[in-house]
């Protein structure tokens, strides 16, 4: 399974961008999906993630401000970033999970993982 992220790039705080993820294979829509990001010189932290039945969750930072959302035809997810903030600078990755887990926020519960897409906010 690979896993494919763009969508990055420079915006001015206040702007928006949107990120996608095209996965391979057949399974995507039995898929859970994740959005994780890493700042420099910080652990990689939890954004988003959306079941296989569409239900979503959100990191407290980014609630209200970001939509994760997937279109199993096209096998992609996407981040929908709106109101950017110079502390969302980071690099972006997307990740998949195989199996039902409660824990959707740990790195460790994710199978596949892309390589990241990098956002940067300036003020």
């Known amino acids: 399974v690979q896993l494919q992220a763009s969508g990055g790039g420079l915006v001015q705080a206040g702007g928006s961008l949107r990120l996608s993820c095209a996965v391979s294979?057949?399974?995507?829509?039995?898929?859970?999906m994740g959005w994780f990001r890493q700042a420099p010189g910080k652990e990689r932290e939890f954004v988003a993630s959306i079941r296989w039945n569409s239900n979503t969750y959100y990191a407290d930072s980014v609630k209200g401000r970001f939509t994760i959302s997937r279109d199993n035809a096209k096998n992609t997810v996407y981040l929908q970033m709106n109101s950017l903030k110079p502390e969302d600078t980071a690099a972006y990755y997307c990740?998949?999970?195989?199996?039902?887990?409660?824990?959707?926020?740990?790195?460790?519960?994710?199978?596949?993982w892309g390589k990241g897409t990098l956002v940067t906010v300036s003020s």
């Open positions: 294979g057949r399974a995507f829509s039995t898929y859970g």
């Open positions: 990740a998949a999970r195989r199996t039902l887990v409660v824990d959707i926020a740990t790195p460790k519960a994710y199978d596949y």
